[in-house]
């Protein structure tokens, strides 16, 4: 393959660097994306998408399951779980398809290959049997993130999963113990607890979800209990134990040794920067030494010229969409366009049963900034739509500045808190108040009547609850 200089070369091709790639296309930028797996990246092969395809399929069982609620009578239903993995992958390949479709129309080059640095502004690239280089005026590394682990005596035992296994399994268990009571470890928690899996949580820290406001991972917890999942936290496991039939997960809590058994275990402790097979050194990019993650500034530039990282692989915020935002900020610094970083108004979404939404401060981030704060909340039961659809579960929490009024953050725990939150995101993001929201209609009946009701009881009170 003769040698081709590019103006953008894109090292991964995940929600960030195909993002970044569309953008340079948009902007008219001679581009290339390499990928040395699959396009999409993690998070649409691996990750966000194929857990909610999991997601919804638990939901529709679950709602099946207590169709009798509802008026309706449903008997012998039983749960395909080939055919849930089978739907999964399907939901995978067309948006795979989708990405490349759109790549080939916006004249974006694409390389299978994997990818590293000769010096900087030459990539070698390894494509089967074939080694060439390319060249290029920019940069940017898109390389995501991988599993992480911990050493664990046994942990490396065959069979054991990490998230990728857990979406491939052909057969469903019938026990679970999940190592990680955190965003991954949670979602699976309640995936396979309502595809009628025995779930254990084992959890390192005294709450789930590290980083989430205390009520909500609270009240996240009684919901995992109430649909049976236990719940151990405050525990840390020291060994696991291959058996004869599954796995036995040595924990120790309040300095007693506990054990838990389980068909599989899901090792689900977090994520760390992916820079295998780089050769950063070759270039002296800097990375932080105890993570490895690629060291940017708010314009996504590294500590060399004409070299911009984005993504988990920066270890800033591990999520898709911030992913996305960076890339789109990297690729118009690249075309002069003086852009940066802003991470105020970053939202979360966490799709446990019920879901979870945050932006901005959390009340403990709050108080620890010293922030004189107020609090507005509503619960969710009180809700006309939320009771229609068959829920009573969760709550949303607005925080304000006291002085001002202006939203600093939020955070909801209940049914479509995912999309719940954009409204609080742009609030967080424009410096909103209260009484903005509280003069904006909110439409009836809607799950968006909560944010409504939360902003009346930062003024004279809710008038529903």
């Known amino acids: 393959m003769a040698e081709k200089k590019y103006k953008i070369a894109i090292i991964g091709g995940g929600p960030g660097g195909y993002t970044a790639a569309l953008r340079a296309g948009q902007l008219g930028a001679d581009t290339v994306l390499i990928e040395k797996e699959a396009l999409g990246g993690t998070c649409l092969n691996w990750g966000c998408i194929p857990t909610k395809s999991f997601v919804r399929s638990a939901e529709v069982f679950a709602d099946i399951k207590n169709a009798a609620d509802y008026g309706i009578k449903v008997e012998n239903a039983e749960l395909d779980f080939p055919a849930v993995v089978k739907r999964k992958d399907k939901i995978v390949k067309r948006l795979v398809r989708g990405i490349d479709h759109l790549l080939k129309k916006s004249g974006i080059d694409r390389i299978d290959g994997l990818a590293s640095f000769i010096d900087q502004n030459t990539i070698r690239i390894e494509k089967d049997t074939e080694i060439f280089e390319i060249k290029a005026e920019n940069i940017i590394i898109a390389t995501g993130s991988k599993a992480a682990s911990l050493p664990i005596s046994g942990a490396g035992l065959e069979g054991i999963l990490d998230s990728r296994a857990a979406l491939d399994l052909e057969k469903l268990p019938e026990s679970m113990v999940i190592v990680g009571g955190g ?250 108040t209260a009484e903005n929201l509280r003069e904006t209609i909110h439409a009836h009946p809607t799950t968006a009547e909560v944010v409504h009701e939360a902003a009346l009881d930062l003024g004279e009170g809710s008038l529903n609850a």
């Not at 396979?192 to 899996?197: E, L, P, S």
């Open 183 to 432: 965003i991954i470890g949670m979602e699976f928690a309640f995936i396979f607890r309502n595809f009628g899996v025995d779930v254990t949580v084992i959890e390192y820290l005294d709450q789930l979800i590290n980083g989430v406001d205390t009520e909500i991972a609270a009240e996240l917890n009684r919901s995992a209990r109430r649909r049976r999942i236990s719940v151990k936290t405050s525990a840390e496991v020291k060994e696991i134990k291959k058996l004869d039939a599954g796995y036995e997960v040595v924990y120790q809590q309040k300095e007693k040794k506990k054990s838990a058994k389980a068909e599989k275990v899901l090792m689900a402790v977090g994520r760390r920067p992916y820079t295998d097979g780089l050769q950063l050194e070759n270039v002296g990019i800097e990375t932080i030494s105890e993570r490895n993650a690629v060291q940017v500034n708010n314009k996504m530039e590294t500590n060399i010229e004409g070299i911009y990282a984005i993504g988990d692989v920066t270890d800033k915020i591990l999520l898709a969409h911030v992913a996305s935002h960076q890339g789109v900020v990297a690729v118009e610094n690249i075309m002069g366009m003086n852009k940066k970083m802003n991470y105020k108004a970053v939202p979360g979404a966490i799709f446990t049963s019920p879901e979870v939404g945050t932006v901005g401060l959390s009340e403990k981030e709050a108080k620890a900034k010293g922030i004189d704060y107020e609090i507005g909340s509503f619960p969710f039961a009180a809700s006309g739509k939320v009771m229609a659809m068959g829920e009573r579960e969760g709550k949303i929490k607005l925080i304000t500045e006291k002085d001002k009024g202006r939203i600093i953050g939020a955070a909801i725990i209940g049914i479509e808190a995912s999309d719940l939150i954009a409204e609080l995101t742009l609030a967080v993001n424009l410096g909103l």
